[in-house]
């Protein structure tokens, strides 16, 4: 397995102000590995970044609130987004990686914890797809608590799955633009098959990780377009996040650069209280 880089330790503070009770809704905490072991399967390994390292980026950044989402070098074992979301209680939700293996009262406790959601990885370098008998069991278990779906997919494999995401009756995240590539444009398959998705009243995106989706690189400003065509398409159901500490990317970007995109994904001040406010507010249930 490879070792992989931390952030930028070094965060700019952005020009960009963020407005009250915004959120971060696509981060993770890894660790401390001494408290919370990765798991043995793990595809990589990473620098611990705690809790504390991700509310000092946010005290940084002008961020209130957060939305942690369990990464796969945890596995299953979602201790390490728990202890998170326990030390700031009401700030902090998540997002869990489970299996059909979870109880209804184990799961009840997580969502007691503020978990609202289980993310699916189908990327390929991240292990690749889940068994779809699990996949729908899971669906089914986690629509009695009124959460979502997270799903992780590579652009390749957006126009192959949109029949699954069609058929899905609870909400559904797309994370990171569906990872298309910036340099194929916005008539690439993936981005209409995605935008096509976006008709759903149950689908969301995340219009975050213009690090993955940049192929020019730093200031990743050729991921713009994306970012502004899906708040178009979808304005009550963009994200925005981090994904700090920024796992297995090309160019590890400072995070103040990022949020200084934020201007080119949504041209005014109604449209930004929308992606980093309002909607995550209603997704995950931040008290207005």
């Not at 069991?137 to 652009?155: F, K």
């Not at 500490?245 to 929308?274: E, K, T």
Request: aromatic share 8%; net charge negative; charged share 20%.
């Amino acid at each position: 397995m490879k070792q992989i880089t931390g952030p930028d330790p070094k965060t700019r503070t952005p020009d960009f102000k963020m407005p009250a009770n915004a959120c971060d809704a696509h981060c993770h905490v890894f660790g401390p590995e001494t408290k919370f072991p990765y798991a043995a399967d793990r595809s990589y390994t990473p620098p611990d970044a705690p809790r504390e390292g991700l509310a000092a980026l946010h005290a940084k950044l002008g961020i209130a609130r957060a939305v942690i989402v369990h990464a796969s070098c945890h596995g299953t074992d979602n201790s390490a987004t728990l202890d998170a979301l326990a030390w700031a209680p009401g700030r902090w939700r998540g997002v869990a990686v489970i299996d059909d293996g979870f109880t209804d009262e184990q799961l009840a406790d997580m969502h007691a914890t503020g978990i609202r959601g289980a993310r699916f990885n189908f990327v390929q370098h991240l292990g690749g797809r889940p068994e779809p008998a699990v996949f729908d069991r899971v669906v089914a278990q986690i629509a009695t608590l009124g959460w979502h779906l997270v799903l992780h997919l590579d652009a390749k494999d957006i126009e192959e799955l949109a029949p699954m995401c069609r058929a899905l009756k609870i909400p559904f995240v797309i994370d990171h633009m569906g990872r298309v590539v910036a340099d194929k444009g916005l008539e690439q398959p993936a981005f209409k098959a995605l935008l096509a998705l976006m008709d759903l009243p149950n689908a969301w995106v995340k219009i975050c990780g213009s690090e993955r989706v940049s192929t020019a690189g730093p200031p990743f400003t050729d991921a713009a377009p994306f970012a502004r065509a899906l708040a178009k398409a979808a304005p009550d159901r963009v994200l925005w996040g981090t994904d700090w500490p920024h796992p297995n990317v090309r160019w590890m970007p400072n995070d103040g650069d990022l949020v200084d995109l934020i201007p080119l994904f949504a041209d005014d001040a109604a449209s930004r209280q929308r992606l980093l406010v309002d909607n995550p507010q209603a997704l995950y249930g931040f008290s207005a």
